[in-house]
């Protein structure tokens, strides 16, 4: 008999318990404490515990990340014009293109404008000293692909460095993307 009982208080108890389940975005019941609220660090968070107290950690000293590979002109924008090569050279195929599109409409497009023709009337370049120059100009169309790498990933005068925005991997499909808003621009 009391086995009986306890097992109809236990059946009570976990359908009292599954009736106090999740409202809208209201947490469910907290059986273990800390278990739902982690001390979780926000990467771009002040923490008085980390080295610089930044939440993000800094890479170890004389670390380079798997398959990095330096880059062989550091500082260097002449010996880049010259000698750094493209190896999707002429390629204008839709999957080259399509990965260079993406990176130029999040990373340039808000200062050189959509299509590369600078544009002076966005919100952004309207408060900017310097106007970013079109990328679809005679002169850039002069310029060789090392030339474009380079300042991408060093940057130019006022222009930041835009190396851990374009991941290697992806900077000369971002080459050709620019190649191909001159040829479109006529
Ligand atoms: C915050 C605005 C801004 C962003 C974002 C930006 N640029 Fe620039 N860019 C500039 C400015 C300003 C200059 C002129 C800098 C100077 O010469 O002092 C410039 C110059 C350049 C030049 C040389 C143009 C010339 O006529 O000398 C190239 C090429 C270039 N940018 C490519 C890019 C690419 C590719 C991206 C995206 C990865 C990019 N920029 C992102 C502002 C920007």
Same mark, same amino acid.
């Given at each position: 008999?009391?086995?009986?009982?306890?097992?109809?208080?236990?059946?009570?108890?976990?359908?009292?318990?599954?009736?106090?389940?999740?409202?809208?975005?209201?947490?469910?019941?907290?059986?273990?404490?800390?278990?739902m609220?982690?001390?979780?660090?926000?990467?771009?968070?002040?923490?008085?515990?980390?080295?610089?107290?930044?939440?993000?950690?800094?890479?170890?000293?004389?670390?380079?990340?798997?398959?990095?590979?330096?880059?062989? $002109?550091?500082g260097?924008?002449?010996?880049?014009?010259?000698?750094l090569?493209?190896?999707?050279?002429?390629?204008?195929?839709?999957?080259?293109?399509?990965?260079?599109?993406?990176? $130029?409409?999040?990373?340039?497009?808000?200062?050189?404008g959509?299509?590369?023709?600078?544009?002076?009337?966005?919100?952004?370049?309207?408060?900017?000293?310097?106007?970013?120059?079109?990328?679809?100009?005679?002169?850039?169309k002069?310029?060789?692909?090392?030339?474009?790498?380079?300042?991408i990933?060093?940057?130019?005068?006022?222009?930041?460095p835009?190396?851990?925005?374009?991941?290697q991997? $992806?900077?000369?499909?971002?080459?050709?993307?620019?190649r $191909?808003?001159?040829?479109?621009t006529?």
């Amino acid at each position: 008999m009391g086995s009986q009982k306890n097992i109809i208080l236990i059946a009570a108890a976990t359908l009292a318990l599954s009736a106090c389940g999740p409202k809208g975005n209201s947490p469910n019941i907290e059986l273990m404490q800390d278990m739902m609220v982690t001390p979780a660090i926000k990467a771009q968070s002040y923490d008085e515990t980390s080295p610089h107290q930044m939440g993000m950690r800094v890479p170890a000293e004389n670390t380079a990340p798997v398959g990095f590979v330096p880059y062989k $002109f550091k500082g260097n924008v002449e010996g880049a014009s010259k000698d750094l090569q493209n190896p999707l050279a002429g390629k204008m195929e839709s999957d080259v293109l399509i990965v260079g599109q993406k990176y $130029f409409e999040l990373q340039c497009m808000l200062c050189h404008g959509q299509k590369g023709e600078g544009n002076p009337d966005s919100n952004v370049v309207q408060k900017m000293a310097l106007k970013p120059p079109p990328l679809v100009s005679d002169k850039i169309k002069t310029w060789t692909d090392g030339h474009i790498y380079h300042v991408i990933t060093e940057g130019q005068g006022v222009m930041g460095p835009h190396a851990s925005h374009v991941p290697q991997a $992806f900077r000369w499909q971002l080459v050709n993307y620019i190649r $191909f808003l001159q040829k479109e621009t006529k």
